[in-house]
């Protein structure tokens, strides 16, 4: 409620106010504030950028306005496909300009993991708010800076944690936090595909940060993190690898690793790029237990409990991340999962910790 609003409300004058001049104009403020719509760029024109900007096509709170590429073939092919005006094309040399375009809004980072940080700090220096895709940088320290050149910006700096707006995960998380599994103490997480191409710039080191890990384990780090609602303060963890050409030096095939949280619970999870139909997480309490899987693929996410399946209905996971992040940019609108820079860096220290412990053969403690 605006303050005016609320003032009048307080002072039970509404109904009076409403009836005065100004009336027309509060009106039209909230109206504006409720149809304000978050117009976006897309940075990196790959696969995910692409399903990124048809779930987009549905928003009704966000809209695809501009491009960001190296590639001109694909600037064309992009402003015929999704009606992007000229004056919004932008080259990764010429990202400075933005901050005269007063058409965009925000710029969705969809780039190599690499290159997060020095593109979402270009962002933000244009004086756009950043959305960037999970991981969010390829080290901490990364990050840090990265949350840094957004507070001194002064705009927001939102992680695509897609999972953290899907129904059927934040029902979980509900009952979770409302005791219905009673005390829970055991999660699974299983998040794994086989990757294909092996010059792709996902087995890359210098592009990646990492392998299986830093891409689709972080999926079970982050939903240990909020289906147990808790953070962990050691991990453990091993490595194994079948390929050592395919998957080179710093490109983790497979690791299975466990985290310890404050409670006594424990987590118990799986990342690999050599198996496929791993997208599983198990939630077990006292009292019940929770069931996902697919997990946190494009869904539809499929959940049930020990009282039986959720049934929320699949909704583009990026059509209402895109939408609930523009209600947090324009309405501030506080989300249940928090999707901000602080939580993306959560689970970097985490990917950090268990590299960490692969290495040492080591349990790792984490600050609390
Ligand atoms: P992609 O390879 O399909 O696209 C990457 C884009 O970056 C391409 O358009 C490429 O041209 C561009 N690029 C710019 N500089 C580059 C360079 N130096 N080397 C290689 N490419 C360069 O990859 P993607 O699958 O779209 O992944 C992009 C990002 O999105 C990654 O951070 C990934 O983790 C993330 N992602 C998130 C999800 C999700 O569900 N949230 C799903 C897939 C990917």
Redesign the pocket.
């Known amino acids: 409620m605006s303050t005016r609003r609320h003032f009048l409300h307080q002072a039970g004058l509404t109904t009076l106010a409403l009836s005065l001049p100004f009336a027309n104009s509060l009106a039209q403020e909230s109206s504006q504030k409720d149809q304000r719509v978050l117009r976006v760029a897309l940075m990196?024109?790959?696969?995910?950028?692409t399903?990124v900007a048809e779930a987009m096509k549905t928003c009704t709170k966000a809209k695809l306005v501009g491009v960001i590429?190296?590639?001109p073939s694909?600037i064309e092919l992009w402003q015929q496909k999704y009606g992007i005006p000229p004056q919004n094309c932008y080259t990764?040399d010429t990202v400075a300009e933005i901050k005269n375009n007063k058409d965009i809004d925000a710029v969705y980072v969809?780039?190599?993991?690499a290159?997060?940080k020095e593109h979402t700090i270009a962002v933000a220096k244009a004086g756009k708010h950043v959305i960037c895709?999970?991981?969010m940088a390829i080290s901490s320290q990364e990050g840090k800076e990265m949350i840094a050149a957004c507070k001194t910006a002064g705009v927001r700096l939102l992680i695509?944690y897609?999972m953290h707006f899907e129904a059927n995960t934040l029902d979980v998380v509900k009952r979770q936090r409302a005791g219905e599994f009673g005390k829970t103490l055991f999660f699974q997480g299983l998040s794994g595909f086989v990757i294909g191409n092996p010059s792709?710039?996902r087995l890359n080191k210098a592009?990646s940060g990492g392998g299986a890990m830093m891409?689709i384990g972080i999926y079970s780090i982050n939903g240990a993190r909020y289906l147990l609602g808790e953070e962990p303060i050691w991990v453990t963890a091993q490595e194994s690898k079948t390929d050592p050409v395919k998957f080179g030096e710093g490109i983790d095939e497979t690791i299975t690793f466990q985290m310890g949280f404050p409670s006594g619970a424990t987590a118990s999870c799986l990342s690999t790029y050599s198996l496929n139909y791993l997208d599983k997480f198990f939630l077990s309490g006292t009292k019940g237990f929770a069931e996902m899987q697919p997990s946190t693929g494009?869904g539809p996410i499929k959940a049930w409990t020990h009282s039986g399946p959720l049934q929320h209905p699949h909704v583009t996971h990026q059509t209402t991340q895109m939408d609930e992040m523009a209600a947090l940019i324009f309405d501030d609108k506080q989300p249940l999962l928090p999707v901000d820079g602080e939580e993306g860096l959560k689970d970097l220290y985490l990917v950090e910790a268990i590299y960490q412990a692969v290495k040492s053969g080591q349990k790792v403690s984490l600050p609390r």
Not at 110 to 113: A, E, G, K, R, V
């Open positions: 990196g024109l790959g696969s995910y950028a399903r590429s190296g590639t694909k990764y969809i780039t190599p993991n290159l997060h895709e999970k991981p695509g897609r792709q710039w592009l891409d494009y």
